[in-house]
């Protein structure tokens, strides 16, 4: 018997439904038919080793699809594989963390060696004011960037703006694509996005921890303009809405897509504007509207450039340390200290994620996201061509590697 694409995609929803039961937090977005969510809400925990029966059945349904498009197919493939990951583990199966990251996302994470952070260092040596240790004279710039959460509101509105009048004119977003933004606390992260589905999302801001003038632009292209929120109202309004691949209505956080998605997030400003762009803009209109004047643009956007290929590396290593090499929580502080350039108390921070379970390996995606796309932009002419396509296609890391290698 032969199961149709668009029962497979339903099965695949059905069973992320019965899964997220399992682990809260699974599905990172979802506004399909709100029964089955009900339904799968109702069955409470079903047995693991059922929906992992059920999902190699998916599996193979996938697999013989002789009709589904190819691209399709292979995404719907490399998901399901993800999910099947992720029964396994709550089956307890003990995987190492590159295996993990493997199966969950289908990339490769490698251990940096620390002569890629010092580089940095150096880099950073020059670009920050003198003073005692580089740790001590980055924690000052991060002071003197503070903004405070009542001057930012109004600064967000006009970044908002214009980043959405540039995503506009250049990628399918829906007209009537909005968001909503909410400033919340207890959070450990500094931003989130929430697609409500209809083409409209939440955005959250994290008032717990401070926001920098220097990283308002950054923080509005990754989670709205051009970052997820288009990413996310656009395969609504072309993949489920016009094509009727459903299987886009959920959004799994331990899932090949979401590398995608942060790909997209992290080169979400670079792409709308160039460095010059993104430093003239800083420089004549935000800096001193907020009173940030003062603030040489050029420098401060070198200097986030740097901070933000150090803090990735570093974080990626920490989870190698804490997961793979045995490290005590103790030694994992001290080196994010050491090299990624944080405080004992954000160091800590840092930790806690490591030590949630959906998020331990999660923190490959952000770095390597965006390195695909690097590779894949720099092999491949025509950029708002190829950001295009990863906003209206199912894609996959292979995917991408697959049209860098062309
Ligand atoms: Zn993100």
């Known amino acids: ?226 970052g997820h929120h288009t990413e996310s109202s656009i395969k609504e309004s072309q993949l489920v809405r016009e094509q009727g691949w459903i299987e886009h209505c959920i959004e799994l956080i331990n899932s090949p897509s979401f590398v995608v998605s942060e790909g997209i997030a992290t080169r979400a400003l670079s792409t709308l504007m160039t460095d010059d762009e993104v430093v003239a803009w800083h420089a004549s209109e935000l800096f001193p509207r907020a009173g940030y004047g003062h603030l040489d643009a050029h420098c401060e956007h070198a200097i986030n450039t740097a901070w933000w290929r150090l803090e990735w590396a570093v974080r990626g290593n920490a989870a190698f340390l804490l997961h793979d090499q045995g490290a005590s929580e103790d030694e994992v502080v001290t080196y994010v200290q050491q090299y990624g350039l944080r405080s004992e108390e954000e160091a800590r921070k840092h930790l806690d994620s490591l030590n949630e379970p959906l998020f331990r390996s999660y923190i490959f995606n952000y770095r390597y996201g965006g390195e695909m796309l690097d590779a894949l932009f720099a092999a491949q002419d025509n950029h708002d061509h190829w950001f295009s396509r990863l906003l209206t296609e199912p894609v996959t890391p292979s995917q991408i590697r697959a049209w860098t290698a062309d």
């Not at 089955?36 to 059922?50: M, Y």
């Not at 583990?89 to 996302?105: C, D, F, H, N, P």
């Not at 490769?108 to 020059?126: I, K, M, N, Q, Y």
């Open 1 to 226: 018997m032969t199961v149709s694409s668009d029962a497979i995609a339903r099965v695949y929803i059905q069973l992320a439904l019965a899964v997220e039961q399992h682990i809260p937090g699974y599905v990172d977005a979802y506004y399909g038919p709100p029964e089955w969510r009900e339904e799968a809400e109702a069955a409470g925990l079903r047995p693991v080793d059922e929906l992992a029966r059920e999902a190699s059945a998916l599996a193979a349904a996938i697999a013989d699809d002789t009709e589904m498009d190819s691209q399709r197919q292979d995404f719907l493939a490399r998901q399901v594989r993800a999910m099947q990951t992720s029964l396994n583990i709550l089956q307890g199966e003990q995987l190492t963390l590159v295996e993990e990251v493997k199966a969950l996302y289908d990339i490769t994470p490698e251990w940096v060696d620390e002569a890629v952070f010092e580089e940095t260092h150096r880099t950073l040596d020059g670009l920050l004011p003198p003073g005692d240790s580089l740790a001590e004279r980055m924690a000052i710039r991060q002071k003197a960037t503070e903004i405070p959460v009542e001057r930012v509101q109004p600064l967000l509105h006009e970044i908002i703006a214009e980043l959405r009048r540039r995503t506009r004119a250049r990628f399918p977003l829906p007209a009537n694509s909005s968001f909503e933004l909410q400033l919340v606390s207890d959070q450990p992260w500094e931003a989130n996005h929430c697609y409500l589905g209809n083409c409209r999302s939440r955005i959250e801001i994290n008032t717990d921890l401070p926001l920098h003038i220097t990283a308002l632009a950054d923080l509005m292209a990754h989670e709205g303009y051009p």
